[in-house]
């Protein structure tokens, strides 16, 4: 990257190069050759987030008064429909119910606070800018929630909907608060995440000292600088990383691109996961009860079990395990098909070794 243009820092930019500089090659560097557009992969905890934080965000400039009169969970429901299917990440109808019933619980907690009765207040921009570098890099990001206290001064809540909780040293909230001070007109008094999963409420949250925090993300800018100088964006775990494995996917053949988000100029991809795929075969009834039975061993890497109640081993080249195979191939995407055949020779290798 030439520094002539300008690096844009977010909180998820230095989460991203943090958990491994190969994943944040792939999600801020890299360019998809057909499109010119970045590549962002689709999944379901991606998916509930946004759709949750549309549902709540988007009440931000309606007034006190309407707010009262619309029904969280009838937006929710519209706004999720967005998501259903490979567009949310989810390939599995039992996962996609699992996840949009986590939105209406959470749609529940927040109509039952009083949340929406509490004057608010937007930034003028909708993304605000701070900067690091004498313009080679901004400090960029999206608040979710500026509430306007009693006092007059603000209240930044960000929304969670995941199950884990930020660590002790995240600069999200400082993040925010940084930018709200050079942004907002009124000041920054409180600082909460809202664990919409969890509590009831926003949770107060100590932030420190700014000055501190515009240290560090600085030092971590120059990190993604040097990496960029360079182009080296090593795997943090040596090509075997839960973050940066699932790109590495795309490009194996076990992806399929789904659509593009034109705003954000990113082109949206599907991975094709093992597990669940396997999962997709077992609920999906193209394969009868015993065909079922037979595909479990052999992805449990049983290949020479005999099926309870019958004197026939489940065997490669039988009969029945040709009728099986058909069936997957007629049912299957290719890229399903690829997920399920890796998994079949993973496992069984696995019962040889």
Not at 70 to 77: A, P
Not at 87 to 110: A, C, H, P, T, W
Not at 148 to 172: C, M, W, Y
Not at 219 to 238: H, L, V
Request: net charge positive; with cysteine.
């Amino acid at each position: 990257m030439n520094f002539k243009q300008t690096l844009w820092i977010s909180h998820s930019a230095l989460s991203a190069y943090s958990r491994c500089p190969h994943l944040y090659y792939f999600e801020y560097i890299y360019r998809n050759p057909k499109t010119g557009n970045r590549i962002q992969i689709v999944n379901p905890y991606l998916s509930l987030g946004s759709a949750v934080h549309e549902t709540i965000e988007g009440l931000a400039n309606v007034s006190i008064k309407k707010r009262k009169q619309i029904s969280l969970k009838e937006r929710f429901e519209n706004i999720f429909e967005g998501y259903r299917g490979k567009k949310g990440g989810f390939l599995l109808k039992s996962q996609e119910n699992d996840f949009y019933g986590r939105g209406v619980k959470m749609m529940e907690r927040v109509e039952k606070s009083n949340f929406l009765e509490k004057p608010s207040t937007m930034l003028e921009k909708n993304f605000p800018v701070v900067d690091l570098f004498s313009g080679e890099a901004k400090l960029v990001g999206s608040l979710d929630w500026i509430e306007v206290l009693p006092g007059g001064g603000a209240h930044i809540i960000d929304f969670k909907t995941g199950n884990n909780r930020e660590g002790n040293g995240s600069l999200q909230l400082p993040i925010y608060a940084i930018l709200a001070k050079e942004n907002l007109s009124i000041e920054v008094e409180k600082v909460s995440y809202w664990y919409l999963q969890h509590d009831d409420n926003p949770v107060s949250q100590e932030i420190g000292d700014l000055n501190s925090s515009l240290e560090a993300i600085k030092e971590k800018t120059s990190a993604i600088k040097r990496s960029i100088a360079n182009n080296y964006f090593p795997c943090k775990y040596n090509g075997k990383c839960f973050s940066c494995g699932d790109y590495e996917k795309i490009f194996g053949g076990e992806a399929e691109m789904i659509g593009s988000d034109k705003e954000r100029k990113k082109d949206l991809f599907f991975v094709f996961k093992e597990e669940d795929v396997a999962k997709k075969v077992i609920e999906d009834n193209f394969l009868n009860a015993d065909e079922k039975e037979m595909f479990k061993d052999r992805i449990a890497g049983n290949t020479n079990e005999t099926k309870k109640g019958s004197g026939d081993p489940v065997e490669e080249g039988t009969e029945k395990v040709q009728e099986i195979k058909a069936k997957l191939k007629k049912n299957l995407s290719k890229g399903e098909l690829k997920a399920v055949v890796k998994l079949l020779n993973n496992n069984g290798k696995k019962s040889e070794s």
